[in-house]
């Protein structure tokens, strides 16, 4: 099952190092690998990087829910994400 709702960014956001932009990026990049893993099972080192950018993510989400936890529940809606779970 290949999924094609990759979120496009709005030309209006030009701002590449904000939190909401890197977070979509992520998205993108986290979507793209999780499609490429349902065809190739056994690419080990595809599974690695898409645990290292989920982990990016869960931090820069991890740090917009401190800094504006309203940017952050419209980002996750947006997105269509979990929220992550306090520890």
């Known amino acids: ?17 904000s939190v909401e932009f890197q977070v979509i990026s992520f998205t993108n990049k986290i979507r793209k690998l999780t499609s490429h893993l349902e065809l190739h099972r056994k690419d080990y080192l595809s599974q690695r990087g898409l645990r290292k950018i ?8 991890s740090y917009l ?9 419209e980002l996750i809606n947006q997105l269509d994400i979990r929220e992550i779970k306090k520890r």
Do not use: A, D, H, P
């Not at 099952?1 to 190092?17: A, H, T």
């Not at 829910?65 to 952050?72: D, L």
């Open 1 to 17: 099952m290949v999924k094609n709702s990759f979120i496009l960014v709005s030309s209006q956001e030009e701002n590449r190092g």
């Open 54 to 61: 989920l982990g990016k993510r869960q931090r820069l989400l």
């Open 65 to 73: 829910s401190k800094k504006n936890g309203i940017r952050y529940k």
